[in-house]
């Protein structure tokens, strides 16, 4: 065989070989995996309610939760009998799980952002959202006329002020507060918390003056304290909180298979109704809202 022949031939099988080890095939076979496997492994985070919660022993619900089933139920088509395996998760970890395919999907309240995506990649939109704060009726003036539209409401005794914001950790709206703070001079400190409720029982309890997370969270969680016509929950928003699930990156065909599981459910009969089932009269707003942003 001619000299340059060989080396072509070598070259070939060299350009062959890193294929076969790069990212990308790697991460190209997310319905191989779960063929091999014999389940959809769907990741939850357990306290993300009305989008994703759990308690042991039963099954997780929420509406991110039901939007995963339509996905789990279109890979069902290609593998009949599929089991259906839910894994808690948290948001300082759920990412890294979906990089290293401990779960096919991510679903909660997740917000799509660059930084996110150089681990994940992500479906079509499932929600629009942004960040608010929950306060109660006589947190401080200024914190009242910085989240409500109206006239602040004033505490029958005033209380002296904690200056604490809380926040839960690792999300979105906690880096864009600290970044908020970090180019201003200000007496407020911030407070991390590990969970949405240990963040609202610290607001009831005094410890914080306003609880910061997305307005539609917030809504839910002022629905869980011990008084709620105590609390409020701002009008205003500060960031744009686009929500979706998280899958594997590099893998194109599976991200299509999710959005088009995800358009057919969304311009059926059944979505406004499951829209009603977890956000009421707001429902319409919402439908509007994810119709227009949604992958035709």
């Known amino acids: 065989m001619p000299r340059r022949m060989v080396k072509r031939m070598t070259r070939l099988l060299l350009v062959g070989l890193a294929l076969c080890l790069s990212p990308f095939a790697a991460a190209a076979a997310t319905l191989d995996t779960i063929a091999a496997r014999g389940a959809v492994r769907i990741g939850y985070i357990a306290d993300q309610a009305p989008f994703s919660s759990g308690?042991?022993?039963a099954e997780p619900v929420g509406y991110a939760i039901d939007l995963c089933g339509r996905i789990a139920d279109e890979i069902e088509h290609q593998f009949p009998q599929l089991r259906r395996d839910y894994v808690e998760m948290t948001l300082a970890n759920g990412f890294d799980?979906?990089?290293n395919e401990e779960i096919d999907l991510l679903c909660g309240s997740i917000t799509v952002n660059l930084n996110r995506r150089e681990t994940v990649d992500f479906s079509q939109p499932i929600f629009l959202t942004g960040a608010s704060a929950l306060l109660r009726k006589d947190s401080p003036d200024y914190l009242q006329t910085l989240f409500l539209d109206g006239p602040a409401v004033h505490a029958v005794s005033e209380r002296v002020a904690t200056n604490v914001i809380g926040m839960r950790a690792n999300t979105t709206t906690a880096a864009a507060l600290r970044e908020?703070?970090?180019i201003?001079?200000?007496?407020?400190?911030?407070?991390?918390?590990?969970?949405?409720?240990?963040?609202?029982?610290?607001?009831e309890d005094r410890k914080i003056d306003a609880y910061i997370a997305d307005q539609v969270l917030l809504i839910s969680l002022a629905k869980r304290a011990r008084d709620p016509s105590a609390l409020e929950v701002g009008d205003r928003m500060f960031?744009?909180?686009p929500y979706a699930i998280a899958l594997r990156r590099d893998d194109a065909d599976f991200r299509l298979l999710a959005d088009r599981a995800l358009t057919d459910f969304y311009l059926s009969d059944d979505f406004l109704p499951l829209l009603e089932s977890y956000f009421g009269t707001e429902a319409p707003m919402?439908?509007?809202?994810?119709?227009?942003?949604?992958v035709p």
């Open 286 to 294: 919402l439908h509007t809202q994810i119709i227009m942003q949604h």
């Open 239 to 241: 960031t744009h909180e």
């Open 97 to 99: 799980a979906v990089r």
């Open 184 to 203: 201003q001079e200000s007496k407020t400190r911030l407070a991390d918390f590990a969970t949405h409720e240990d963040g609202l029982k610290a607001l």
């Open 55 to 57: 308690r042991p022993g």
């Open 180 to 182: 908020a703070l970090a």
